[in-house]
């Protein structure tokens, strides 16, 4: 698989298997896909929580100043 797509061998094989048209339908979503995913990872962000992750985390004991 190319960066973008289906190599050509793997094209022809599907479009021999399917039809011409299904074939090349197929590779082109297959190519918008790839793209797609590629785009979401280069753009993903780290998320740090702000909450903690279960209820009884949050039931902290009083910070000694607070009193």
């Not at 993903?44 to 000694?64: D, E, G």
């Amino acid at each position: 698989m190319t960066s973008n797509g289906l190599t050509y061998n793997s094209r022809k094989a599907l479009m021999n298997n399917i039809g011409e048209a299904a074939g090349t339908e197929i590779a082109n979503l297959i190519a918008e896909m790839a793209a797609e995913i590629e785009e979401l990872r280069r753009s993903k962000v780290s998320v740090t929580r702000i909450v903690p992750p279960n209820p009884s985390a949050a039931q902290l004991p009083p910070h000694k100043d607070a009193i």
